[in-house]
């Protein structure tokens, strides 16, 4: 039997949530048979695991709709998908799902699947007009949260297109570790995100400064580069922080799992905008109880009380309040921790992720003839 053939477009393989999941559903299809090449506009450090992985690449000119060169690049991406002659094209968002899909339809590929992994509060109206029209080419769109399945659904898209697949961890890399302090004896407190104004660092600070307050030891470790970082760090400055909070950069795989791992209380204080955020599946994998807002898909990992604690956003003092809460009684972290691990094991692994997008690509192969 002719194996199948998925090739993937992706805007980056900087480390990312969009990105690590292409990366791992690619690396996922390719155990499984399924001759895989992931396409991308912009290089990164996923590019080296992808290389070891034996993952075929190719560097894609990206496409814009304000840019003259656009026809050029739309052509020649579409020449090279119709030599390559996948069976699926698979996008990951607004900067992909245009070119992606229009691509796969010139070039008459049998299946082609967008995705929406986040709540683009961020696009234009224009922009949200080409995403809704990119979709009108895809034969399904999938998202990774039910909030987001509510959003597409709201900009006009079929349910019937939409199809829920969530995101996938590799639970073997997140090991859960009895004590969560720092060489010292001192307790962490620590946020993964990107510095971008959706994951909203300014409540972590002022939560932090408000938490140093009621217990003195505590110290704060943020992970996670970006545009807003500078402005981060002023903000601690600000706040009289500085001795406190320490900047670990961007870390990826056994360096990030290690590090969040010594988290006693990890946090996502973001105000909007999240899908399914990979940071709270890391940390709940790794035993660590989350304290995150109650925005977009947290909620369906976070059961209040149960998985962790939420809180709502733009609420530092709430924020502050139940990290001091799950300091001081570390039976109850214990027990949320416990039950977040218990919750990442039965329904968010990369073998389950990656078995749904390989039976969602035969149904649709077998439906197109």
Same mark, same amino acid.
Not at 121 to 137: I, N
């Given at each position: ?8 477009? +992706? ?18 299809? @390719? ?23 034996? *993952? ?29 002659? !996948? ?9 992909? =799902?245009? !070119?992606?899909?229009? @691509? ?20 234009? !109206? ?20 039910? %909030? ?13 297109? +939409?199809?829920?697949?969530? =995101? ?12 969560? +302090? ?10 993964? %995100? ?16 408000? *938490? ?60 909007? =905008?999240?899908?399914?955020? =990979? ?19 947290? !909620? ?19 924020? %502050?309040?139940?990290? +001091? ?11 949320? %921790? ?20 390989? @039976? ?10």
């Amino acid at each position: 039997m002719k194996a199948m053939r998925v090739a993937h477009l +992706v805007d980056s393989l900087n480390p990312g949530g969009t990105e690590r999941q292409c990366v791992e559903l690619a690396r996922g299809l @390719a155990a499984r048979g399924v001759e895989t090449i992931v396409c991308y506009f912009r290089s990164g450090p996923l590019l080296s695991e992808m290389v070891r992985a034996r *993952i075929a690449t190719q560097a894609v000119p990206s496409v814009s709709l304000r840019s003259v060169r656009t026809p050029v690049r739309m052509l020649r991406f579409t020449s090279f998908i119709r030599q390559w002659a !996948p069976d699926v094209v698979q996008t990951y968002g607004f900067y992909t =799902n245009f !070119p992606g899909l229009l @691509a796969g339809r010139l070039a008459r590929i049998p299946v082609r699947v967008a995705s929406r992994r986040e709540l683009v509060r961020y696009l234009t !109206p224009a922009q949200r007009t080409v995403d809704r029209w990119a979709w009108s080419l895809a034969h399904r769109v999938v998202v990774n949260s039910v %909030a987001v399945r509510r959003q597409v659904i709201a900009d006009g898209l079929d349910p019937a297109k +939409v199809v829920v697949i969530r =995101n996938g961890l590799d639970i073997q890399q997140h090991e859960p570790v009895a004590l969560r +302090v720092d060489t010292n004896g001192t307790p962490i407190v620590g946020m993964v %995100a990107h510095f971008r104004e959706q994951k909203d660092h300014a409540t972590f600070v002022l939560a932090a400064r408000r *938490i140093a307050q009621l217990i003195p030891s505590v110290r704060f470790h943020l992970v996670g580069s970006g545009v807003l970082e500078d402005q981060v760090h002023e903000l601690v400055r600000s706040a009289g922080m500085s001795d406190r909070v320490d900047f670990l950069g961007s870390l990826e795989g056994d360096a990030l799992a290690l590090v969040v791992s010594k988290f006693r209380v990890s946090v996502l204080s973001s105000k909007d =905008n999240e899908g399914l955020p =990979n940071s709270v599946l890391e940390s709940m994998a790794c035993g660590v109880p989350v304290v995150g807002t109650a925005v977009g898909g947290t !909620p369906e990992l976070i059961e209040d009380g149960v998985t962790g604690l939420l809180v709502p956003p733009r609420d530092p003092v709430a924020l %502050a309040d139940r990290v +001091v809460w799950l300091l001081k009684e570390p039976a109850v972290a214990h027990r949320l %921790a416990e039950r977040g691990r218990h919750k990442v094991e039965q329904e968010f692994t990369i073998e389950r992720m990656v078995a749904q997008f390989h @039976a969602l690509y035969r149904d649709l192969l077998e439906k197109a003839g």
